[in-house]
C-alpha cells in the first residue's frame, strides 16, 4: 500500500532556530509533493510544492525532494512563534497526506 | 492561488438525517476534492470530483453515502446522508489550480447527535 509517512512528534525548537521536518513515502513512482500548514482550528493552508528533486526556497522555509531516497523535507528558518502548527506534506497525484506533525516554537 | 467558500461553516444534525455541504471556488478548476478531517487526525480523501464525469471515491466510502455534484467548474456539493455520530467530522472542499497548487476551503464542522 502506498504510503506517505511522518513523525507524529511533537517537535519544540526555540526561536530563532531552523525547525525540520521530514516525510518518507513508499511509492518510487511519486514525483511531486505538497506542504500544508495547519493552525489549530483552520483548514491547512499550502506552504509551497516541489516537484523536482533537489532544494526549493521560499522565503524562511526550503523544501527537499530526494527520490533516492524517497524523501520529503521542510526546513524553516528563523522560526517564529506564529510558526506554531501542524504541517502536513501530501503526495501530489493521489494526495496522499502524512499524519502531519506538530511544531512548536518557543520564545 | 484560489478563493474557496464552504456553506454551512458548522451544522449539528440529528442521526438519519442528511446534509448537503456547498464549496464555490473564485475561478474555474477541473479537479476538485472532498476530504473528511477528524479531530486530531490527518486528512482522509473522501472523493475525487471532476466535471463532467461521475465522482471518483475512494476504499471506505460509497455514493450512496456520500453523493457529489459537480455541475460547472466553479462548484460541487458533498451530501453525508443517513448520518451517524461516527460522520462527526470537519468535511474540506479543495480544488487544483491549472498550475497544479491545491487549495483547501474553510471547511464545514459537522456533529451528529
Known amino acids: 500500500q502506498k504510503e506517505v509517512e511522518q513523525n507524529s512528534g511533537p517537535l519544540s525548537v526555540p526561536e530563532g532556530a531552523i525547525a525540520s521536518l521530514n516525510c518518507t513515502y513508499s511509492d518510487r513512482g511519486s514525483q511531486s509533493f505538497f506542504w500544508y500548514r495547519q493552525y489549530s482550528g483552520k483548514s491547512p493552508e499550502l506552504i509551497m510544492s516541489i516537484y523536482s528533486n533537489g532544494d526549493k526556497e521560499d522565503g524562511r522555509f526550503t523544501a527537499q525532494l530526494n527520490k533516492a531516497s524517497q524523501y520529503v523535507s521542510l526546513l524553516i528558518r528563523d522560526s517564529q512563534p506564529s510558526d506554531s502548527a501542524t504541517y502536513l506534506c501530501?503526495?501530489?497525484?493521489?494526495?496522499?497526506f502524512g499524519a502531519g506533525t506538530r511544531l512548536t516554537v518557543k520564545p | 492561488s484560489a478563493v474557496i467558500s464552504q456553506k454551512p461553516s458548522r451544522d449539528i444534525c440529528q442521526r438519519g438525517t442528511s446534509l448537503t455541504i456547498q464549496c464555490q471556488v473564485d475561478s474555474q478548476v477541473t479537479m476538485m476534492f472532498w476530504y473528511r478531517q477528524q479531530p486530531g487526525q490527518s486528512l482522509t480523501l473522501i472523493a475525487t470530483?471532476?466535471?463532467?464525469?461521475?465522482?471518483?471515491?475512494e476504499s471506505g466510502f460509497v455514493i450512496d453515502k456520500f453523493p457529489i455534484s459537480r455541475p460547472n467548474l466553479t462548484f460541487s456539493t458533498l451530501t453525508v446522508s443517513n448520518m451517524s455520530p461516527e460522520d462527526s467530522s470537519i468535511y474540506l472542499c479543495s480544488v487544483r489550480t491549472g498550475a497544479g497548487e491545491q487549495y483547501f476551503g474553510p471547511g464545514t464542522r459537522l456533529t451528529v447527535t
Open positions: 470530483a471532476n466535471q463532467g464525469s461521475e465522482a471518483t471515491y
Open positions: 501530501a503526495e501530489y497525484n493521489d494526495m496522499r
